[in-house]
């Protein structure tokens, strides 16, 4: 949504999937606060620990598999682009070579596949 004052636009992401790694307390409060839904898988440690809790330990974080799914997808996704050197370490200084190198890649493994 285009904001009317000055200043930059406000966006707010539809939905954050993450992995393992940012599945602290502290990021899931902001993302809440915030009011962005999250799929984020949690650590079984930090399960064990909430269980340990009973009550007090809150309820279980929700997880949609499916989602979390599609992440996936896009990390593997990614790692292919990466493959190819020109993209991997970003050779090109201007955006748009960058972008035409990176549709010329996306294009070549869709050849091969």
């Keep these: 949504m285009p904001r009317n004052g000055v200043g930059r636009p406000r966006t707010r ?3 954050v999937l993450a992995d393992k790694a940012y599945t602290s307390r502290k990021n ?4 809440r606060r915030r009011g962005i839904p999250h799929t984020i898988p949690e650590r079984p440690d930090q399960k064990r ?3 340990n809790r009973g009550s007090r330990g809150g309820r279980p974080t929700g997880f949609d598999r499916e989602a979390y799914r599609k992440r996936n997808t896009v990390e593997r996704a990614i790692n292919r682009l990466k493959g190819f050197r020109a993209v991997a370490t970003r050779y090109e200084k201007r955006a748009y070579t960058y972008l035409g ?3 010329l890649t996306a294009l070549a493994i ?3 596949t």
Excluded at 28 to 31: A, C, E, T
């Design 13 to 15: 992401p539809d939905h």
């Design 28 to 31: 899931r409060g902001y993302l």
């Design 49 to 51: 620990h909430r269980q």
């Design 101 to 103: 190198t990176v549709t």
């Design 110 to 112: 869709w050849l091969r």
